[in-house]
């Protein structure tokens, strides 16, 4: 597939430096604190799109991997006709993203240049080698995990993202063994307002709920 497009680096590093900023939430209340922001459940998997993966649902499969399985060699997303990959990860609200979580390899197959697209469901290899991402983030060579923090106020309205890995450190293909997302999740406004108008027993209960009185006047289409 003639997809891969050469680009000599453009140096669009928007690194924040190396050091992990606290925030103020490093309290390990006997949880793990990246579980107090990692977005998993608020994915919507089955409409994640991998282009260049080796096998059907790579992309998928290591998206849907939970925190305690991130260390997990298997399931692995691995590019097949060169090193480049495009992932499309559609959220099921609206998230306030605060960093990328990416777990690959001390090998050359690691990837390197990330390109990040804001709500773009539409890219393919050529445009998403042609136009201005939202963040170029720069990965490590390593297998360890990490945790590459996004600009803020570029993220704060993510209902999608497209991950383009440009390029590797030199193999022919390239692995991924694990993508989280941190941040704060907000959900659809149709999501909350159906769940308590099913669940709302008296239909003058609706107009206490706000967002929900305009759809009480409609009439129930539950029938209950």
Sequence with gaps: MPHHHSHASHGHHHDQGDGEHGHGHDHSDEIEPALQTLIWKQIDFESIRTLNESEPDQGAKVVEKTWPQRLNAEPMLQSDADEQLLMFVPFTGVLKLHSLLIRSSEDSSAPKTLKLFLNRDDLDFSAASDLQPTQTLELSQTSEIQELPVKRTSFGNTYSLTLFIEDNYGDDV???????????????????????YEK?????DHTLIQGVSDMSTQGTRHGM
């Excluded at 991924?176 to 307002?193: A, Q, T």
């Excluded at 709302?200 to 003058?204: I, R, V």
């Design 174 to 196: 390239t692995r991924i063994y694990w993508i989280g997302f941190k941040g704060e999740f907000m959900n659809l406004n149709r999501e909350p307002v159906e769940v308590l």
């Design 200 to 204: 709302a027993a008296n239909p003058k």
